[in-house]
Nanobody, 123 residues
Framework: QVQLVESGGGLVQAGDSLRLSCVAS????????MGWFRQALGKEREFVAF????????YYEDSVKGRFTISRDNAKNTMYLQMNNLKPEDTAVYYC????????????????WGQGTQVTVSS
């Protein structure tokens, strides 16, 4: 059974940093393409960042470029999202996802999802 478990969310002030983690089990993590998404209250789930299985390719949503960094440690079956200079508009539940079948930006294309971790940024 595949499990993705996010952690690291919390309540911070604007300008602060957080690092989210996503631990995977039940799949060959080192062979899987992974992504981070977020969903703010009342809004659709949106793409945040993507990393292919080897880590050679990464993509970011425009509003997080230069502030967020996606990374992975295949030996630990873990993916990370380092978030710096957080803004109130970054407030959302953050989800990790695995195995996109099509567009890496489209949530419906991902096969596996975690339960999410809440990030709240106060102004």
């Amino acid at each position: 059974q595949v499990q993705l478990v996010e952690s690291g969310g919390g309540l911070v002030q604007a300008g602060d940093s957080l690092r989210l983690s996503c631990v995977a089990s039940g799949l060959t993590f080192g062979h899987r393409t992974m992504g981070w998404f977020r969903q703010a209250l009342g809004k659709e789930r949106e793409f945040v960042a993507f990393m292919n299985w080897s880590g050679a390719y990464t993509y970011y949503e425009d509003s997080v470029k230069g502030r967020f960094t996606i990374s992975r440690d295949n030996a630990k079956n873990t993916m990370y999202l380092q978030m710096n200079n957080l803004k109130p508009e970054d407030t959302a539940v953050y989800y990790c996802a695995a195995d996109p079948s099509g567009s890496y930006r489209r949530p419906t294309d991902y096969r596996y999802w975690g339960q999410g971790t809440q990030v709240t940024v106060s102004s």
